[in-house]
């Protein structure tokens, strides 16, 4: 039998308002597709002011030093702190309303637009037990000449046994908005593998991602975003980023986790 080398990414110019409905989102869910590529979700004015508002927030925010190099983002990472709600929901709450003091209202455009295109019921920010919100997104910043490794993100395993609410959530998808590409490298490296208990041997000991054998055998799709693509990914399934080269990539990014199997009803956060 002949190994499959490839795997299929779809792209819809939606500037004209089309309703795709769920097969999409479902295709993604599966692992049929690798990526949902959206080109006009939104006008390209408003993209072009909400990039010159990320700039300005991420320019009052220190940078913070990783072991695969440094990053500034706006918005907490809830896999850096899953052991540490208060920590977590202390930063969200304080990147939330750096956000809204900014008139910075790109999740809440995107999350309507996506809303309006695959005809979800509903996508809304996820919220603890005691009603403190998530992080809406994360804006990143990209540091220049840094790959981010092979991994896989997938809450309902990371955060079983614990009162995460989105624990819960029967489906995990990745939304990102290009808000502005490097000139070169950066591309999206999606593989036709989900994670299983056994890749753990795979694991890079002590640091971020997985050794590259995990994916040896895996179908693998090469995806270069254009800046103000809107694009989804399911992100259980192994991906990484090559290195970006010239003007800083940056981008807004959100998980959304589906609450049924039906996928009519979804929260979001960063």
Same mark, same amino acid.
């Given at each position: 039998?002949?190994?499959e080398t490839t795997w299929n990414l779809a792209t819809y110019d939606i500037s004209d +308002? $089309?309703? !795709? @409905?769920?097969?999409?989102? &479902?295709?993604?869910?599966? +692992? *049929?597709?690798?990526?949902?590529?959206l080109r006009g979700l939104l006008e390209a004015g408003e993209l072009d002011a909400a990039r010159r508002q990320a700039h300005e927030l991420l320019g009052r925010t220190s940078?913070?030093?990783h072991t695969n190099g440094s990053q500034t983002t706006v918005g907490p990472s809830l896999t850096a702190h899953l052991h540490d709600p208060h920590t977590y929901f202390d930063i969200a709450t304080r990147a939330n309303e750096r956000m809204a003091r900014a008139g910075f209202d790109l999740p809440a455009r995107v999350r309507a637009a996506l809303c309006r295109t695959f005809g979800l019921a509903a996508l809304e920010p996820a919220s603890g037990p005691d +009603?403190?919100?998530?992080?809406?997104?994360?804006? &990143?910043?990209?540091?220049?000449?840094?790959?981010?490794? !092979?991994?896989?993100?997938?809450?309902?395993r990371d955060a079983t046994g614990t009162a995460w609410t989105v624990a819960d959530v029967v489906g995990q998808l990745s939304c990102v908005v290009s808000l502005q590409e490097c000139d070169w490298g950066?591309?999206?490296?999606?593989?036709? *593998?989900?994670?299983?208990?056994?890749?753990?041997?795979?694991?890079?000991p002590g640091g971020p991602g997985y050794h590259s054998e995990v994916v040896a055998t895996a179908p693998r799709q090469v995806f270069q975003p254009q800046t103000q693509?809107?694009?989804?990914?399911?992100?259980?399934?192994?991906?990484?980023?090559? *290195?970006?080269? @010239?003007? $800083?990539?940056? $981008?807004?990014?959100?998980?959304?986790g589906f609450t049924d199997d039906t996928l009519h009803r979804a929260v979001a956060w960063g």
């Open positions: 039998m002949q190994l +308002g $089309t309703v !795709l @409905g769920l097969e999409p989102l &479902r295709w993604l869910s599966v +692992g *049929k597709i690798a990526v949902v590529c940078a913070v030093n +009603g403190r919100p998530y992080g809406e997104a994360v804006i &990143r910043l990209h540091t220049d000449g840094v790959r981010n490794p !092979l991994h896989n993100d997938h809450i309902a950066g591309e999206l490296v999606t593989y036709r *593998k989900p994670w299983e208990p056994g890749d753990e041997r795979w694991k890079v693509d809107v694009y989804l990914i399911n992100p259980t399934y192994y991906h990484e980023i090559e *290195k970006p080269h @010239g003007p $800083t990539r940056t $981008t807004l990014g959100f998980f959304i």
